[in-house]
């Protein structure tokens, strides 16, 4: 099933190593080569995230000379800031109306909270020893009698 391309943008901005990779494809084009040199993977690896950026339409693979070299395209990236943008003005008129709302509010005195007495603890009384029974008295062996 097809996605849009808002959903595909969002999607692959939500992995830091591609967000990082488009960070530096602003600074201009550059091969999988250069864009792998930072980090502890595979080319193959940057390779496979190269293709979700531009599968969203955040980049531009291209060949100069035997490079293979990725550029930036900011279209969708406008899309999806002018997008989030529109929520952003939803939210600052919901939270003015809520500011003004609880301006209009009068202002309520606090309440006195009564100081907490401290409760006297029973003392603990000491735990009773059992008895231990005596030790048997040492018998003589001679005449049987203890």
Do not use: C
Not at 52 to 80: C, F, H, K, Y
């Amino acid at each position: 099933m097809p996605r849009d391309q808002l959903s595909q943008v969002f999607s692959a901005l939500a992995d830091p190593t591609r967000r990082d990779i488009l960070t530096r494809l602003g600074q201009g084009d550059a091969t999988v080569s250069d864009l792998a040199e930072p980090y502890a993977i595979s080319l193959p690896a940057i390779s496979r995230h190269l293709k979700v950026l531009e599968t969203a339409g955040l980049i531009t693979r291209g060949r100069r000379a035997q490079w293979r070299t990725s550029s930036l395209r900011a279209e969708p990236l406008q899309e999806a800031t002018t997008w989030t943008g529109h929520l952003a003005g939803l939210w600052d008129d919901r939270f003015g109306r809520l500011d003004a709302h609880l301006a209009a509010q009068p202002v309520a005195q606090p309440v006195a909270q009564p100081v907490a007495q401290p409760v006297a603890q029973p003392a603990l009384a000491e735990p009773a020893v059992a008895e231990q029974p005596a030790p048997p008295a040492p018998h003589d062996e001679e005449d049987g009698r203890r």
